[in-house]
């Protein structure tokens, strides 16, 4: 099965998460801003959610993680729970 391991920052609007978005592209540190504005626990700790295999997150974000292309930023991603901003560090 395959596994990957990623980052995200949650936020609840687009507007918000193109604005992130556009700060990262400037040069602006991914973990930091998931410390600052992320609304998942896993901001805490940069973003970071660890390694999980296929199938384990909601679809929207499964479909970026094992087919986007790795150490680039993705999203906005609209799911269930909000928008998100995804960093894929590794997939096997």
Partial sequence: ???ARASHIL???QAECESLKKQIETGANFAELA???SKCPSG???GDL?????GQMV???DKVIFSGELNKVHGPVKTQFGYHLILITSRN
């Fill in 11 to 13: 936020v609840p609007t």
């Fill in 44 to 46: 805490r700790s940069g």
């Fill in 1 to 3: 099965m395959p596994r």
């Fill in 59 to 61: 679809p929207e974000f």
């Fill in 35 to 37: 410390k600052k504005h």
């Fill in 50 to 54: 660890g390694e999980f295999g296929q």
